[in-house]
């Protein structure tokens, strides 16, 4: 076992390098990945304030590192420069989701200077239709139809609304459930959601299915005490269930129904299309007071999707196309953060000292696996299919240095502090921790 001190260290020298990366052009911004030298000099991209890639990213790990210690007079910056930006685009961005656009502003911007995100759920509010939010991605070519997924939909826009609060959130979060319930379709076990209506592909798990879009709707029930979006919320559990497996006391679902046409394995273990994820959805129902899905207690069902995450084999490097991934989304990062979060809430119990071990062995093999120089450290995630499977380092929440650098100082805090540490909630996981640990704590800037 890495101390907590190695996993401070190692946390703050990817942040190092995180922080070498921005560039300053109308605001701070910072390429999504760094190629080798001599690629020439890269450009912002369109996402370049998004949660997912983007400035606003940064926010959570501020907002994590401030835990601990003052904030550098370069972090102040960073911090004040990311609200200025944000804020002031609000007026004029029309993309809405949480990891995309508006929702992951609000996000940062409450972690960063609570209080200045009223100005874009205010923008949310004014942008909601009957059908929910008009997308501007291209996922779905030549529609600008609303999805309804956490990452790029409806579900997202939802939960933001709920953990900030405010005098927008029941309006949006009313807005956000009737559209998801219209756009629900009707199976023989209960209800299920494409990533866009009528879509015939589905990727039932949490980022962009049944289970996240089910989350949302209990979450958004409890808030706003609607019994029909809690009721939805366990008509899509009942539907998740039914397409996966309960076996060897787990839970998994596949990753696409029917079977994806790219080379993906059937059954993951991420955030993203995993049980890790999918876990999620059972800890918001419990949040909104339904104790049972089809005949399984709901903390059973939670304890089943740890069960089959960490008998997987994650995060050793099985086979090809098995686990390359360390970030947030699809890999290290974002699995040790949930077993953490499941960690804290079980306090106490037998089931809480075996997802301590195991958020340790992914602090663990995030040390394995670092590079490391003068510059600082940072991660290479591997995609097989390719010539040169090694990829270039990642700068962002999701995909990148950024996500993992703040798992390993919570990491670090945990061990020093213990199951009472607060968390650094965030809209799609607050529901998963206790209530009393929950907040960013005081306002990174002041």
Known sequence: MTTSEAYRELGEAAWTWVLGQVRD???????????DEGTGDPAPEEDRDSLYAGIAGLAPVLAEIARYRPLSAPEQ????GIVDRLSARAPVVTEPSLYLGLAGHATALRLLEPGSETVVLRRLAELATPEGWRTTTAFVPDSDAPLTDIVMGVAGVVMTA???GGEYAERIATTGGEALLRMADRTAAGLDWGISPGSESRSPNYSHGAAGVGAALAVAGAATHREDFVAAAADAARHVLSMGSLADGGFVVPHTIPPSKREVEPVTYTWCHGPAGTSHLFTALAHAGVTEVAGHDVGELRQRCLTSTLASGLPDRLRPGFWDNDGR????????????????DLAGTPEADPLVRAAIRMGDALVERAVRDAAG???RFVEYRIESPLLPPGTSWMQGAAGIAAYLLRLARYLDSGPDAPVVDRPDQWWAVPARLRGAGPAVLT
Do not use: S
């Open 162 to 164: 709920v953990w900030a």
């Open 377 to 379: 450290a940072r991660w």
């Open 77 to 80: 910056d960073l911090a004040a």
């Open 329 to 344: 989304c699809c890999g290290t990062a974002g699995v040790g953060d949930i077993v953490l979060d499941a960690a804290q």
């Open 25 to 35: 052009d109308e605001g701070p911004w910072l390429p999504e990945t760094v190629p």
